[in-house]
């Protein structure tokens, strides 16, 4: 595939040895004073001794790829020797103290802070996510190297990712594809996000990337020849009028290309914007200029211009974009900045550094005025669950896609999908609240309306007006999304104490006795004591959650008043068996599930994403449903409100009798006799029987099966997926979850 060249020199042969690496950096810094990095380098040499990397490579030759991915982005020394030491801390015997004793405190802060990042302990794997990426914008809003380390490691892990299993395959590049890709791009650096957009589509969507690759391999010739006569009559339109330009080619990365026929719904041959140009010139004026010119070689085509230039992108993206009819009717995109406009976008947030001569840090004050930086440092002040954080992170972290003006001419930018609400809340608050409507261009517009790049929106307010859980359905910003969740939990909060108010004054007055005179003294100070509940309020909202039988109140503040009661009903036979009845039949539908200890509760499991024992799982409190069970990993759990969540745990000696459950798996192979047979033998062989089977083969002779299999647990299902990933043929195996 042809690429764009590398207009800033970088030099992408590999490093084998520190010799390597300090020769790259000495290319650039011939004066600089390198024994800091000769000294992290065989401290971590020393430190991960014996270490082996799943390749079978020794272990220092991740850190020095890090390191390496680092000096090509022309970072100080200090954050080079980071990427040598970063995994000393949390991987080997070395201490922070040993790295503060040897490299000093800005070092070991760094390392610190990387090492933070991967340290933390949580109890499922999304919210370690969510916990990891919530660190990692902490991180970067004291000191963004932080990041910068953890996006290098990253990106060379993504490298090596042919050595992983399968199944962490898959993974791995999902969550990179949602945090780090999108974070990459934010913070400008596009060599990177286009590598690991294009690595993670290779292991995320194996079965389209290769597809793919051999669709663009067909036409790389042809295209080859028409990117070099579109720069030549470039360039000689360029010279005639006196401009000193560079003129670069390519075809758009794969991942690029994938998401257009995604989204437009198209196949390859249908996808005709595949081709990019780059134009450097060297002046602002030029860039204008050239634009012109470009236009009067080819026609433009209506709607797909865009001036960064004007109006730069939040991550400082400056450049000018336009589409045009190319030769031969092809359409093709070309971008036109200046060299230094350039270098912004290939080095991202580390072009507006300034280093001393010896590559020492000089001055960090660029690195402060990223609104978006600040802005996600303050929503995680704000949002204190780490599932929300992480979703609305998710949506902050993607790169905006429009611009829409205020009725005083102030431009505002936003993500594609915006709406008048979003608008209403980046303006303020208390706007945001009150919104009813929106006149967009001078119109009334609906509040789900989406803007559209240019629009002028005006928002119309009412004092009456109170924000809609609604809302969250068609909102895409993050400050949206958490004004509008904590006005929902607080009148949540709030209906919840009229509720168990209610309740328990209820239960009292089935007593003849007023809820007021018991909810004080001695026996109810040590009730809400053992129950972890602070006040009448909080005890209030507890029951209205349904955390809490009011009875089980009474019994406790007023313990005379049940012994009357059964006293009462102790001749009722009938009401005695429907009790009995009643509690069994509980049990037995719950005898999977323990909720804090207790496996006498009604649950119900979540069909979207089939949780089986084993899976680390969830539950939330749901009116006439018990307690819902989900997987820990299931996004629309993390759409319930929080606050009903509850602890649940499998019941193990219940589990291994035998109960089973439903499962999903999908099976990527080699289109080849006889596997169908293999896969269905590792199926039996470990006792799991299959419900249904779909099998499709692609056009590049895969096979994708699907599989319904019936499972005890997560283990049995485990060990049946590692059985079929040994089978001779098998690309990847994965479990769905819708």
Known sequence: MVEFLKEDGANTKPVKTVDDLLNRIRSFWPNADLKVIEKAYYFSEKAHEGQIRRSGEPYISHPLSVAAILADLRLDLDTIATGLLHDTVEDTHATLEDIRNEFGDVIAHLVDGVTKIGQMKFKNSHEKQGENIRKMIVAMGKDVRVVLVKLADRLHNMRTMNFMPFDKQERIALETLEIYCPLAGRMGISSWKIELEDLCFRYYRPEMYYSLVQHVKKTEAEQSRYIDDVKSKISKELNKAGFKSEVFGRSKHLWSIYRKMQSRNIDYDQVYDVLAFRVLVDTLA???????????????IPGRFKDFIAMPKANNYQSLHTTVIGPGGERIEIQ?????????????IAAHWKYKERGKMEDTSDL???????????LHQQTRNSDEFLDTVKTDLFESEIYVFTPNGDVREFPEGATPVDFAYAVHTDLGNKCVGARVNGKMVPLKHQLQNGDTVEIVSSKTQQPSKDWLKFVVTNKAKAKIRAFVKEEQRRRAVLLGKELVEKEFRKFGMAAVKHLKG???EQYLKDHGIKDTEELYVTVGYGKLETRVLVERVSPEAIAKESAKTEDSTFMEKVFKAATQKTKKSNSLISVDGMDDVLVHYAKCCHPIPGDSIVGFISRGRGITIHRSDCRKAFEFDQLRKVDVNWNVKQASEGQERIVRLKIISQDVPGLLKLMSEAFAQQGINIQSAQIRTTKDKKAVCNFEVSVRDAGQLNQAIYEIQKIKGIIGVSRVIH
């Open 368 to 378: 402060q005025q990223a609104n978006w930086l600040r802005d996600l440092v303050n």
């Open 286 to 300: 030029e860039c204008y200029a050239a634009l012109g010119l470009v236009h009067s070689l080819w026609k433009p």
């Open 336 to 348: 036109i900045r200046t060299q230094e406009m350039n270098l912004v976008a290939e080095r991202g």
């Open 522 to 524: 001695a026996h109810y």
